[in-house]
């Protein structure tokens, strides 16, 4: 622990006793064999979830009550001893198919070794001995000894399973003084690491940003204040570092790209740190931190919030951002913001959106990006693209000839120009590769932005006299269509001679599995070889 908590964790502290108190005096959800085989059953992962997270909640607030009190904990005691009671801490989605939960480490295992080692180190004797003593036996037998038998197929992943997995069993070793772990798993760091480009975007999104390299800074972290090697020094650690107040769009909001939501709160002490340690800038955060600010109540968030958070000001953001790795550009002018992305269709928590925008305005995302839906077993599977959210059905992109864009690694957009004049940016993007019609031969995209207005340009090339286009326009805000033209609010679009414009809505599932309608403009003309222009204007 670095420090007490600073005047702006008021909130925090208050609702870490208020949860404490609530875990006393009702009781924690089972873990029962119904809530168990639906995943299996129906593909539901939220029902399992739900009560897991309410555990994984109660123990948090305990761990972190009694650390603050200065005090032992009757019954953080039983739940400590009912978490190593648990058939497995391996989520039914994660579960090997005909094997033993326990010889597999997922993300959760891994988070649950490490909340209950850190917390008994932390409390000492305040945690009964025979707990202590359980704790150590369960963290052994189901993340260390599995560790030790056989490589996980995570330790060479790209994405956050390599990071958060071994950040936080690292962390665990650590706590326990297990350092023939800690060895073992920096190559899944290096693994992690190597999956993002010299410009440190997070292609799965801002909130997977959050719990990858969240995971990576924490175990950095406890490695350095172990042995004194410091992970954070390298160059490309601080560009990722700097990646959320790049894609800020100027008000704590953020393009929901990928499986990523629009608004969101960062780890605060996970900011600080990183601002301290490597001097990047702040993102604009929404209120104090919050006991809730994780809905699946981490650790190693909520811990380190406590801890490292320091009362600093977000810096205000630069006008424009560009990550030509990723193929993402964001510009900001007063009270508005526009991003938009290239890249590819296999990246991770892929949708087909290569060409895709956002325009936020006064402190709504009017174009927006749904980002990530419910996940349930489909989802991950082959149905991935027929869920609104990842399809290109349901993102701001072209449709041609009916068909939108279609998977895989090689259906990525070539940026033709990036240039950027003051409040003026141009991009420009080859989306030709995203998609499979015979009678394309080319398709670019050029944004023109500029305070007060996006200029948005389409470039058709046939090997047909013509083809039918639509060009979609997504939003959680219901348009209004009138003479010549659509309106969101503040924003509104010309529409072009020739072009017929209708909307239709649709009711998805959030990623917390709340119903939302979301809405969608449709622009449609048969169209032959050229450009067509599509004007966005935008208060200023």
């Known amino acids: 622990m670095d420090r007490m ?8 502290v208050r609702e870490i006793h208020e949860e404490a108190e609530r875990a006393r005096a009702t009781p924690a959800p089972e873990l029962t064999f119904s809530l168990w085989r639906r995943f299996a059953d129906t593909g539901d992962r939220l029902a399992y ?17 009694a650390h603050l009190d200065d005090r032992p904990d009757p019954a953080l005691d039983d739940l400590l001893w009912s978490v190593c009671d648990e058939r497995s801490w391996v989520l039914p989605a994660h579960e090997p198919e005909g094997g033993d939960p326990n010889a597999f480490v997922d993300l959760f295992a891994a988070e649950t070794a490490q909340t209950l080692a850190e917390g008994v180190r932390l409390l000492g004797g305040h945690v009964d001995a025979r707990v202590r003593d359980r704790v150590r036996e369960e963290v052994e037998r189901r993340v260390f000894a599995p560790l030790a038998e056989r490589t996980m197929w995570w330790e060479s992943a790209h994405h956050n399973w390599s990071a958060v997995c071994a950040g936080a069993a690292g962390a665990a ?23 993002t480009g010299a410009d440190g975007a997070c292609l799965e999104g801002p909130d997977y940003w959050a719990y990858g390299f969240g995971y990576f800074v924490y175990f950095a972290e406890a490695l350095r204040e172990h042995t004194g090697e410091d992970l954070l020094d390298d160059p490309h650690v601080r560009e990722m570092a700097a990646y959320p107040a790049r894609v800020d769009l100027g008000d704590g909001t953020r393009p929901a790209f990928a499986d990523a939501q629009a608004r969101g709160a960062y780890p605060a002490g996970l900011l600080s740190r990183l601002s301290e340690r490597l001097g990047v800038p702040l993102p604009v955060r929404q209120g104090e931190p919050s006991f809730h600010d994780d809905a699946c109540y981490r650790w190693a968030h909520l811990s380190r919030t406590l801890w490292w958070t320091r009362e600093e000001p977000p810096a205000a953001p630069e006008p424009h951002s560009y990550l030509p790795d990723a193929g993402i550009v964001v510009a900001r ?33 009017l174009l927006d990006d749904l980002g990530a839906p419910e996940y349930t077993r489909d989802y991950f599977r082959e149905g991935r693209y027929l869920v609104p959210q990842a399809s290109a059905e349901w993102h701001s992109v072209p449709l041609v000839e009916g068909q939108g864009q279609v998977p895989g690694r090689e259906r990525r957009a070539e940026v033709i120009e990036h240039a950027a004049t003051g409040d003026a940016v141009t991009f420009a993007l080859d989306l030709t590769a995203a998609y499979e019609v015979p009678c394309l031969k080319r398709l670019t995209r050029t944004f023109r932005w500029r305070p007060g207005g996006l200029e948005l340009t389409d470039a058709f090339c046939f090997s047909t006299p013509d083809a039918l286009v639509a060009e979609l326009f997504v939003s959680r ?5 009138g003479a010549g033209g659509v309106a969101w609010g503040p924003v509104t679009l010309q529409v072009p001679d020739g072009w017929h414009a209708e909307a239709d809505e649709l009711e998805v599932r959030g990623h917390d599995g709340e119903p939302e309608t979301v809405h969608r403009v449709r622009l449609s003309a048969r169209v032959a070889t050229g450009e067509h222009r599509f004007v966005f204007t935008l208060p200023e």
């Open 5 to 12: 908590p600073a005047d702006t964790l008021t909130r925090l």
């Open 49 to 65: 979830e739900g009560a897991y997270f309410e555990r994984r909640r109660r123990l948090a607030a305990l761990l972190l009550a």
């Open 173 to 195: 070793a650590l706590a326990l003084d297990a350092g023939h772990v800690v060895s073992r798993l920096k190559g899944a760091m290096q693994a992690f690491l190597s999956g």
């Open 333 to 365: 002018a007063g009270a508005s913001a526009f991003a938009a992305k290239g890249g590819h269709n296999d990246e991770p928590h892929n949708h087909l959106d290569v060409g895709t925008f956002v325009l936020h305005v006064r402190g709504e995302t």
């Open 477 to 481: 805000r219901r348009p209004e269509l």
